[in-house]
C-alpha cells in the first residue's frame, strides 16, 4: 500500500528559482489571459466531450507538487469512464500492450480513449483546464511533468526530492523532446535536465517551441 504521506514536505534539495517571484507574476498573468481570451473555447470542448460519450466533463486526478505536496489536476476527459480501472486489465491480457505500459506508462493506441479524445489530446487541448491549477498556484506554465505518487515511489523515488524542488508544468523540457516517444525513465532525465538548466529564459523558449506541437501531427 502506499503512503499518501510518503514524500510530504521531503524535498531538501535547493530551488534553483532566484527569484521566484517573477515567476510567479509570469504565471498569473498568462493563466489569466488564456482562461479569459480562450473562455469560448472552454465552453465548446466542455460541451464537446459532454455530449460525445458518456461521463462528466472534467478528468481530476491526484497528482504531486512541489515539496511532495499532492494537489488535483483537472483536464477535459479523453477516455471512457472508469479507465483507471481498465486498465490493469488491458496490460494483463496483451503482452505486447504489459511491455509498452512498463516503458512508456501510455499507450499509443489506447483503448481506453474516445474518438474526441485522440483529437484533444494531440493538440494538448485537454490540457487548457490546467490553466486553472497555474492560476491557483498548484501547477507553473513551464515545469516538469506533474507525476502521479505511485510513479515517483516505483520509479525514481531517490530523484524525488530534486524533481520536486519546482512545481510541475503544464508543458516543460520533455513535452518539447519526444513527449510520448520518450520511456518514462527518459522523461525523468528530462526533468533533471530542467532543473539543471533552469532560467526565465528558458522557460519563455520552451513555451515558445510548444505552441507548434499543438496542430495536429504525425507522431513518428
Known amino acids: 500500500m502506499i503512503d499518501a504521506t510518503f514524500l510530504e514536505g521531503k524535498s531538501k534539495y535547493p530551488s534553483p528559482i532566484k527569484n521566484k517571484f517573477i515567476k510567479r507574476l509570469f504565471d498569473i498573468v498568462f493563466s489569466f489571459l488564456v482562461i479569459v481570451l480562450g473562455l469560448p473555447i472552454f465552453v465548446i470542448l466542455a460541451f464537446i466531450v459532454l455530449f460525445s460519450s458518456k461521463g ?14 499532492q494537489f488535483k489536476l483537472y483536464k477535459f476527459r479523453t477516455m471512457y469512464i472508469d479507465a483507471d480501472q481498465k486498465i490493469e486489465k488491458i496490460i ?11 516503458k512508456y506508462r501510455k499507450l499509443k493506441k489506447d483503448p481506453r480513449v474516445t474518438p474526441i479524445g485522440h483529437f ?13 491549477n497555474v492560476f491557483k498556484g498548484n501547477l507553473s506554465v513551464v515545469g516538469p511533468r506533474p507525476f ?14 530534486k524533481i520536486l524542488s519546482v512545481k510541475p508544468g503544464i508543458t516543460g523540457l520533455w513535452q518539447t523532446s519526444g513527449r510520448n516517444n520518450l520511456t518514462i525513465i ?11 538548466t533552469y532560467s526565465f529564459k528558458n522557460d519563455l523558449f520552451l ?14
Not at 502521479?148 to 526530492?161: G, H, R, S
Not at 527518459?186 to 539543471?196: A, G, H, L, N
Request: charged fraction near 35%; aromatic fraction near 12%; charge should be positive.
Open 56 to 69: 462528466p466533463i472534467f478528468y481530476i486526478s491526484k497528482r504531486v507538487g512541489i515539496n511532495g505536496k
Open 92 to 102: 494483463n491480457e496483451d503482452k505486447e500492450l504489459f511491455k509498452e505500459w512498463i
Open 120 to 132: 484533444l489530446r494531440k493538440t494538448s487541448l485537454d490540457e487548457l483546464p490546467q490553466f486553472f
Open 148 to 161: 502521479f505518487l505511485n510513479e515517483i515511489i516505483e520509479i525514481f523515488p531517490k530523484k524525488a526530492p
Open 186 to 196: 527518459q522523461r525523468v532525465d528530462c526533468e533533471e535536465k530542467y532543473i539543471d
Open 207 to 220: 513555451i515558445c517551441k510548444t505552441i507548434p506541437l499543438m496542430f495536429p501531427h504525425k507522431e513518428k
